[in-house]
Every structure is written in structure tokens, then in C-alpha cells.
């Protein structure tokens, strides 16, 4: 009888690996971000065509709506998540120097979580201030 | 992480022949990489433009509507469509799918088609709105 075969997936084995058994948190989360961005981004898109113009009134009368605020918020946040997420697997496939890899994806996570906060805090005052 | 400089590379990406899976799965990290930088940069400018007022508003509009803003524009409109697509195909190849030569050649094909046809379906449309 041969020795039983290890059948889990890649993904399986390193599940519970990392100090809190976080081994494949980054890539799950990589792939269910790009799920929200698959309805969000084709959301976004889409409602920039069906617009009847772009310019400011229309464009912030739209994004006043709970319909256009909400699911902008959401598009933000899973926007900036991904892209961060992305840009690290990048950077960890290339950058291989210890000091280079860390001063640049440190770089592109505070980039990323400023850039995130400013889109979030433009988004609040369009959509909580009042109307110009 | 460290790797001894003294020891030889295994040659890579200079000796194989250019497929349709190499070209596609590059072009997934060239657009992801661009709408990750400059897209979400343009998406904040164009929020905060938004919420400092009409002038601000216009000062971007203007940019946008010169060549190199249409130009940018147009780019990041096929990368967001290259990327959704080969995003997808990621997504079936991640299952364990699609995995086939002939299979996987002929969607990664159509990924590159796909985003053509779909970057020229939302420029038809928006300068169609415009008018």
C-alpha cells in the first residue's frame, strides 16, 4: 500500500500557517476585493454613461444620492485595498532587497491609506454639505 | 528573500517565445499596476475637485478634456477593462479551470479582444452622450 497523498490545495496547506493562522489571508482577500470591484468598478462605469452630463451639478447632485454615495464609499474602500494589495505582490516578486521591499510597499500602504482617506473625506463633504 | 549575487539566474524571461498567456498575464500587472497609481490618483483628484467646488471642478474637467487628458483617460479605460477581464480568467484558473492549452490560450486571446471592443463601446458612448 503506497503512503496516502497529501490531496489538499496549495491554498489549503498554508491556511493555517503564519503566527495566527493567517498563511492565506492576503490572497483571499486579494480575490474577494477583486469580486466587490467586479459589481463596484463595472457600477462605477456604467452610471459615469448614464449620466445625462458630467459636470458639476449633475455629477454631484448624483453622488448627494444615497444610491451614488454608498456604493462610491464602497468602490473607494475596495479600490484602495486591492490596488495596495496588488501593488505589494508586485513589489515582493521584484524587489527582492530587504530594505527596498519594506520602503516601498510602506510606501504605497501610506500612499494608499492617505489617498483613501482624502477620496472618503472629499465624498463626505460632497454628500453631507450643502448643496452649492 | 537574499539571494547570492555569485550564483547564475536560471534565464527566464528572455528565452521563451511570446505566447498569449505570457503577454496577457504581464498585461494584468502593467494595468493593475496603472490603475492602482494613476487611477486611483485621478479618482481622489477628481472626488476632492468635486467637493472644493465648480472651479476646482473645472480646472480638472479642463485637463481631462486636453489630448493628454483624453489620452490618459482613454488608457486607463482599456486597463480597467484589460484587467476586469484577465481578472476573471485569474478567477476560473484559480478554481483549478480553464487550464487546457488550447483552452487557456483561446480565453487569454479573448481577454485582450474583449478590452479593445469594451474600451471602444465606452468612448463610443460617452462622446455619443456628450453631443
Redesign the interface.
Known amino acids: 500500500m503506497t503512503a496516502r497523498q497529501d490531496t489538499s490545495t496549495p491554498l489549503g496547506r498554508v491556511r493555517p500557517l503564519g503566527p495566527s493562522a493567517h498563511g492565506g489571508g492576503h490572497w483571499i482577500r486579494e480575490r474577494l476585493t477583486s469580486a466587490a470591484l467586479l459589481l463596484l468598478g463595472t457600477w462605477f462605469v456604467a452610471s459615469l454613461l448614464m449620466l445625462p452630463g458630467l459636470d458639476h451639478k449633475t455629477v454631484s447632485d448624483w453622488l448627494r444620492s444615497a444610491g451614488g454615495a454608498v456604493p462610491m464609499a464602497l468602490f473607494i474602500i475596495a479600490a484602495f485595498v486591492h490596488g495596495v494589495d496588488g501593488l505589494k505582490v508586485i513589489i515582493d516578486d521584484y524587489v527582492h532587497d530587504t530594505g527596498n521591499n519594506l520602503f516601498l510597499n510602506g510606501l504605497f500602504l501610506f500612499a494608499g491609506i492617505g489617498g483613501a482617506a482624502l477620496a472618503l473625506f472629499s465624498l463626505a463633504k460632497l454628500a453631507f454639505g450643502a448643496p452649492a | 528573500?537574499?539571494?547570492n549575487p555569485d550564483r547564475p539566474l536560471s534565464p527566464h524571461l528572455t528565452i521563451w517565445r511570446w505566447g498569449p498567456g505570457m503577454l496577457v498575464s504581464i498585461l494584468h500587472?502593467i494595468t493593475?499596476?496603472g490603475?492602482?497609481?494613476l487611477?486611483?490618483?485621478l479618482?481622489?483628484w477628481w472626488?476632492?475637485a468635486?467637493?472644493?467646488?465648480?472651479d476646482a471642478?473645472?480646472s480638472f474637467?479642463g485637463h481631462a478634456s486636453r489630448w493628454y487628458g483624453l489620452v490618459v483617460l482613454v488608457g486607463l479605460?482599456w486597463a480597467?477593462w484589460q484587467h476586469?477581464l484577465s481578472?476573471?480568467r485569474h478567477?476560473v484558473m484559480?478554481i483549478?479551470a480553464g487550464m487546457e492549452l488550447k483552452v487557456n490560450k483561446f480565453f487569454a486571446v479573448l481577454t485582450v479582444f474583449g478590452a479593445l471592443f469594451l474600451t471602444a463601446l465606452?468612448w463610443f458612448?460617452?462622446l455619443g452622450?456628450?453631443q
Open positions: 528573500m537574499s539571494r500587472r493593475g499596476s490603475l492602482a497609481v487611477g486611483l490618483a479618482l481622489t472626488l476632492w468635486l467637493a472644493a467646488g465648480p471642478y473645472a474637467a479605460t480597467f476586469l481578472g476573471i478567477l484559480d483549478g465606452t458612448l460617452i452622450v456628450n
